[in-house]
């Protein structure tokens, strides 16, 4: 399986600022994804991360809210941009393979407090 | 629009008794089933994961059943324990993207 780490692992922010969180991954993977997981709540794929084009978004998050990079098959970044305390909430990114039952492994999750 | 629905929210069992917990999915292009388990400021970790073509998936003490006609999917987690407390997510699978149904939190009494 594979090691993935997240960095920060919390933060508290102000609101109307950014803040970017990397994924790093012990091996080249050809999936990854980032999710929100909000206090008490399930989790809602915000986006796939593309390796060397842009992201694929799902409905409901925006490029310009969420910017995404992955600039290898190892690492990838969000940024959550222009914050409000509506952000607060755990960020995981994931990956996996390509194949349709490929297991799909979680990071631990950076946890984001917007004040 | 909620693809996948999940119950109990919340679950209380006795050590040693049996967990289940259940879920429903709307859209047959699903092709693939998780379970995760999530412990407080934890990531998920798969717990166990099954395919429509398959209708009982059993590990260990955890069991996937699935009723492809329904459309829905449980979880038994057999001689419950106190370790097991934790909060269970099921998930549907179409072309890798997961969607997660609302969870279950799980509290296991000594």
């Known amino acids: 399986s594979a090691v993935i780490s997240q960095k920060p692992s919390r933060d508290i922010c102000q609101r109307g600022t950014s803040l970017t969180i990397q994924c790093q991954v012990d091996?080249?993977?050809?999936?990854m994804f980032w999710y929100r997981q909000q206090p008490g709540q399930s989790l809602t794929l915000i986006a796939t991360a593309n390796q060397g084009s842009e992201a694929t978004y799902e409905s409901g998050f925006v490029i310009d809210k969420f910017p995404i990079s992955r600039p290898n098959l190892t690492f990838s970044t969000l940024t959550v941009s222009n914050m409000s305390p509506e952000d607060s909430s755990i960020y995981l990114c994931?990956?996996?393979?390509?194949?349709?039952?490929?297991?799909?492994?979680f990071g631990p999750g950076t946890r984001l407090l917007v004040l | 629009q909620q693809q996948v629905k999940q119950s109990p929210q919340s679950l209380i069992v006795q050590k040693g008794g049996i967990s289940i917990i259940n879920c429903a999915y709307e859209n047959t292009a699903f092709d693939y089933f998780p379970w995760y388990q999530q412990f407080p400021g934890k990531g998920p970790a798969l717990l166990i994961a099954?395919?429509?073509?398959?209708s009982e998936k059993k590990e260990g003490r955890f069991t996937i059943s699935f009723n492809k006609s329904a459309k829905q999917f449980s979880l038994h987690i057999m001689d419950s324990q106190p370790g097991d407390s934790a909060t269970y997510f099921c998930?549907?699978?179409?072309?890798?993207?997961?969607?997660f149904g609302q969870g279950t939190e799980l509290s296991v009494k000594p």
């Open positions: 099954i395919r429509p073509d398959v």
């Open positions: 994931s990956v996996s393979g390509t194949g349709a039952f490929e297991t799909q492994y």
């Open positions: 091996s080249q993977v050809t999936m």
């Open positions: 998930a549907a699978s179409k072309g890798g993207k997961l969607i």
